[in-house]
C-alpha cells in the first residue's frame, strides 16, 4: 500500500479536498472562526461590523499625530523591532495589513523588500499613495479577506491592526495564509499603563479607539496555536523610558528599550510558517507473470505419524 504525499493549505481551518489550494475570493470557514472566537471571547455581532475605518480627518489626524518626536519614536522603535524579528532577505516580498499612512511601508523599503500595502481605508490609501508614490502596490481591502492567492508573499506584517478588525482570529488565519515564510505581528499590550488609560478614556471621550479590542500576548499566541499548530514563535517588548532631560525639553523623546515583558505598552510576535502535508492511501495496481520455471529456496518438511512419511 503507497501513499500519495499532497500539500494542502497548512493553516486551513477545515479539511479541504485532496490536492486542492483556496484561491484568492473563496470564503472562509466562518463557523469554525466564529467558534475559535467564541473560544477567546471575541464577540461578533451579525451583521454589525464592529471594525473601525478611518474617515478622512481621523485619517488627517492621525498623519500629523505621527510626526510628534514622541510618537515617531515609537513608531521608529515597533519598526526596529518588526526589523528584528521579521530578519527578512532582501528583494523578497511583503504584504502590509493595514498599511495605514504607509509608515511601516517606508520602513520596509528600507530593508530592501518589495512592499504591497491593504488597508480599507480609501484616505489612508491616499496618504500612503501620496508619501511612497509608484514604489509600493497599494489595494483597498479588509483583513479578513485578502485578495491575494495562497503563498503570494513570503513575509506579511500585521502592525497595530488586530485592534480594529471585525474578525482577528479570521485576519490572522488570512494572514497565514497569504505568507510562506514569517509573520510579523504587533500589538498595542492590553496589560500595559498606556491601554489603560486609553480604555479608561474612551468612556468619558469618543475617539478611533472606542471599538478597538486590545490583547495580551497569551490570547494572541493561543489563536495562533489553535491556528497554525505548534510552529515556532517568539515575543518582544518595547518599554519607554523617559529621557532624563524630558524635565526640561518638553518634546525629547524617551529612550526605547527592547526587552521581554509582559505590560510593555508594545509587543511583537514573530511566527514561522510551517508547511502541514495530509497523506491518504493509493491503491496501486499491477499485474504478476505466472511462475515457469522450477520454485528453488527455502522448503518446510512436515512429518507425517499416521504413515511415517514426509511432506514438502
Not at 271 to 299: E, N, S
Request: glycine share 8%; net charge positive.
Amino acid at each position: 500500500m503507497a501513499h500519495r504525499l499532497s500539500r494542502t493549505h497548512p493553516f486551513s481551518l477545515q479539511p479541504d479536498p485532496l490536492m486542492h489550494t483556496r484561491g484568492a475570493g473563496a470564503q472562509l470557514p466562518a463557523l469554525e472562526c466564529r467558534k475559535l472566537n467564541a473560544d477567546f471571547q471575541i464577540r461578533i455581532a451579525d451583521g454589525e461590523p464592529m471594525g473601525h475605518v478611518y474617515t478622512y480627518s481621523e485619517a488627517k489626524a492621525l498623519e500629523q499625530q505621527q510626526q510628534k518626536p514622541g510618537h515617531l519614536a515609537d513608531i521608529q522603535s515597533a519598526h526596529r523591532l518588526m526589523a528584528r524579528m521579521l530578519d527578512p532577505l532582501r528583494g523578497e516580498s511583503v504584504l502590509d495589513i493595514g498599511c495605514g499612512t504607509g509608515l511601516g511601508l517606508s520602513a520596509l523599503m528600507d530593508m530592501g523588500l518589495r512592499v504591497s500595502g491593504l488597508d480599507p481605508s480609501p484616505d489612508m490609501i491616499d496618504i500612503a499613495g501620496r508619501r511612497l508614490g509608484n514604489r509600493a502596490d497599494l489595494h483597498r481591502g479588509v483583513a479578513e479577506d485578502l485578495p491575494f492567492e495562497d503563498n503570494a508573499f513570503t513575509y506579511a506584517v500585521i502592525l497595530n491592526t488586530l485592534e480594529f478588525v471585525d474578525d482577528p482570529v479570521k485576519a490572522l488565519e488570512e494572514a497565514f495564509r497569504v505568507a510562506k515564510d514569517r509573520v510579523f505581528i504587533g500589538f498595542m499590550n492590553r496589560h500595559s499603563v498606556l491601554v489603560g488609560g486609553i480604555r479608561a478614556q474612551r468612556v468619558f471621550v469618543r475617539n478611533v479607539y472606542g471599538d478597538a479590542r486590545f490583547f495580551s500576548v497569551w490570547e494572541l499566541k493561543r489563536m495562533i496555536r489553535a491556528l497554525a499548530g505548534s510552529v515556532p514563535l517568539s515575543w518582544r517588548s518595547v518599554t519607554r523610558v523617559p529621557h532624563p532631560l524630558g524635565i526640561f525639553r518638553r518634546h525629547r523623546p524617551p529612550f526605547h528599550l527592547f526587552c521581554k515583558s509582559p505590560v510593555s505598552p508594545f509587543i511583537g510576535i514573530g511566527v514561522t510558517l510551517v508547511p502541514r502535508y495530509r497523506t491518504r492511501p493509493l491503491r496501486l495496481k499491477c499485474r504478476t507473470k505466472p511462475l515457469q520455471d522450477t520454485l528453488t529456496g527455502m522448503a518446510r518438511v512436515e512429518w507425517r505419524p499416521q504413515d511415517g512419511s514426509t511432506a514438502v
